[in-house]
């Protein structure tokens, strides 16, 4: 069964933000797909940046603490 699938439609792909079957080795299966595809990794790479601005607030912060219990300790 798995094999008559595969020589009807053979090896193939499917687009990441659609899903339909676009050709092996492909990501996206238009311009509006890919679009979309570039908004939502800005998304992702924005989040992401943000996460470090956060990661390294909080360290300051731990840093501070620290500083100021040796200091008024
Ligand atoms: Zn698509």
Redesign the pocket.
Same mark, same amino acid.
């Given at each position: 069964m798995s094999k008559k699938f595969e020589e009807k439609w053979g090896p193939h792909s499917h !687009?990441v933000?659609?899903g339909?079957a676009i050709p092996e080795g492909e990501k996206?299966?238009?311009e509006i !797909?890919k679009a979309k595809y570039k908004e939502e990794e800005e998304k992702y790479k924005k989040q992401q940046k943000f996460s470090y601005l956060f990661i390294g607030i909080m360290g300051a912060v731990v840093v501070i603490m620290f500083l100021l219990s040796y200091v008024y300790g």
């Open positions: !687009c933000i659609c339909i996206l299966c238009s !797909c």
